[in-house]
């Protein structure tokens, strides 16, 4: 699920040499805690933990940790069987099946991808939108149902209206809610039947349409990366220098991190480590030093990843290096 999302921040494993490390929460130590409960099929803890963390403070990087572990799709059955009223399984569970089924497709591109792999991974999919949808009926005011239901629709291939309403029952619920406007941005972008056009207009109206302060502004970094990715070599660093991207990029920058509203909360690290490889591509070393200073080592798996598929915490070292941090 490396692909569809971003990790953050203080537990992480160390990648490589000493001087930066890629991070598997955000500081949160209850990731670390589900995550690990969830490893000894220990409902009442993973329970206790999502439980204690609102809908209304996105609990989306909790859910993905339980439902990256192995395992989780065997023992939550017999929870969903003893508490048949409850949402809290079934939401679990489809986010578990969404992982599982990338886990088969793998990350590799259609072509290398073969029919038993779909299969599996389309099979899954569909049983995860069985159990979010089933979640979304007994808590109505949730927001994560909706948020997993647009990540399965989009390895279903479900038809573009169908995706856009499943983006507006989310936001609906949560106007800002990050990582339902990041899906939203994959679901528009080229590689899934959007443009480039269609794709920097929804993230500079989404970043800009939120108010100063909040990690939207990623949004428009994340575009001009997506694009940077669909060139050729030498078009795409063209393509990051042009003026207009660097002014993008720092008008992104002052209405997200450098606004004063702003707070190092949630995904925080996540951003930084979004603008400080955007702005190195760009050639803007004064702002990449900024987010290189900020993140200070703390290396996020996205989007370095796009640089170095093996090793994130290399391709922000040497990032760094030219940056002159």
């Known amino acids: 699920m490396a692909l569809l999302r971003e990790w953050g921040l203080t ?9 930066a490390r890629v991070q598997e929460d955000s500081g949160d130590p209850d990731v670390r805690r589900v995550r690990e409960a969830a490893a000894a099929a220990d ?13 209304s403070e996105d ?8 439902g990256d572990t192995a395992g989780v799709e065997r023992w939550i059955v017999g929870v969903i069987e003893a508490e048949p009223d409850a949402a809290l399984p079934r939401l679990v569970a489809g986010i578990r099946h969404i992982s599982w089924g ?59 209206s169908v995706a856009r309403r499943r983006f507006e029952a989310t936001v609906r619920r949560d106007p800002y809610h990050l990582g339902a406007h990041k899906q939203r941005l994959q679901q528009v972008c080229e590689k899934w039947g959007g443009s480039h056009e269609e794709m920097h207009a929804f993230a500079r109206t989404a970043a800009f349409g939120a108010p100063g302060g909040t990690p939207l502004g990623q949004l428009v970094a994340i575009a001009h990366l997506e694009e940077w990715l669909s ?22 920058a002052d209405h997200s991190f450098r606004h004063p509203d702003f707070v190092r909360e949630g995904a925080w690290l996540g951003l930084l480590n979004t603008f400080a490889m955007a702005f190195s591509l760009a050639g803007d070393r004064a702002s990449a030093r900024e987010c290189f200073q900020a993140t200070d080592g703390r290396v996020t798996e996205f989007p370095w990843n796009y ?19």
């Open 102 to 160: 990338w886990e088969a497709r793998t990350g590799a591109r259609a072509q290398h991808v073969s029919r038993e792999q779909f299969e599996i991974f389309h099979d899954r999919l569909r049983t995860a939108e069985t159990h979010l949808y089933e979640a979304a009926e007994r808590e109505p005011r949730w927001t994560s149902p909706w948020y997993g239901l647009q990540t399965s629709g989009r390895g279903l291939e479900v038809d573009s």
């Open 11 to 19: 537990l992480g494993r160390w990648a490589g040499r000493p001087g």
């Open 43 to 55: 409902w009442d803890t993973v329970r206790d933990v999502l439980e204690a963390r609102p809908e």
């Open 231 to 252: 060139l050729d070599q030498g078009r795409d660093d063209a393509y990051m220098r042009r003026p207009e991207v660097i002014s993008s990029l720092r008008e992104a």
């Open 307 to 325: 640089l170095d598929g093996s090793d994130p915490a290399a391709a922000y070292r040497k990032q760094r290096s030219s940056a002159g941090r």
């Open 59 to 66: 609990r989306t990087e909790l859910l993905w940790a339980v």
